[in-house]
């Protein structure tokens, strides 16, 4: 995982394909736009908190990114990624 002011990469080094990824944003701030998509392994996702309050959003106590996909099998998975 990188991040640079305001944008979040992260690379898929799982062994299968991760489905319906998207991220979701908890606080203030917006997100870019985070439609589903089908992410491979060694891709790497790109995500960026915008807005008037981005600032305050990547630097909040409770703010908090989300990633979520779905394994091949369909068993849905969240990872919670503290944005401070």
Known sequence: MRR???VIEIEHVGCD???SVRFALSGDG???LSLPRAVHPGERVRVAVRGAQAVGAATAHDAMLV???FQPDGT???WPIPLE
């Open 4 to 6: 640079g002011l305001g």
């Open 67 to 69: 990633l979520r996909w």
């Open 30 to 32: 917006l997100l870019g």
């Open 76 to 78: 849905e998975l969240l």
């Open 17 to 19: 394909t991760a489905h």
